[in-house]
């Protein structure tokens, strides 16, 4: 079992940055790969954000957010990280964290089926 809480989110203006945090519970945290999803306002799909391997050695990102967004892993501190710049007014929605225990591989890392535990979320605005 594993539980994920995120914080770090806020209100910030365009071109601003957040660190947003994924404080995870359970020992065998570093057997699951992590990742960030967001929902935007009025959307009903969560998109795909970006993902980190079990031991943190290979990193994937949406097209949307690559070269903006740095995600990474804490194994020592059960802490996954996302490093969000030049932010943008798209980028505005609820972000939330997911393990996963599946094959790293793009059909399960990038899509919602292939996690087992989520997070509440914490929401971004970004102003203009």
């Known amino acids: 079992q594993v539980q994920l809480v995120e914080s770090g989110g806020g209100l910030v203006q365009a071109g601003g940055s957040l660190r947003l945090s994924c404080a995870a519970s359970g020992r065998t945290f570093s057997s699951y790969y992590v990742g960030w999803f967001r929902q935007a306002p009025g959307k009903v799909e969560r998109e795909f954000v970006a993902a980190v391997s079990r031991g943190g050695g290979s990193t994937v990102y949406a097209d949307s957010v690559k070269g903006r967004f740095t995600i990474s892993r804490d194994n020592a501190k059960n802490t996954i990280y996302l490093q969000v710049n030049s932010l943008k007014t798209e980028d505005t929605a609820v972000y939330s964290c997911?393990?996963?225990?599946?094959?790293?591989?793009?059909?399960?890392?990038?899509?919602?089926?292939?996690?087992?535990?989520w997070g509440q979320g914490t929401q971004v605005t970004v102003s203009s």
């Open positions: 997911a393990a996963g225990n599946s094959l790293w591989i793009s059909s399960y890392y990038e899509r919602r089926r292939g996690y087992d535990y």
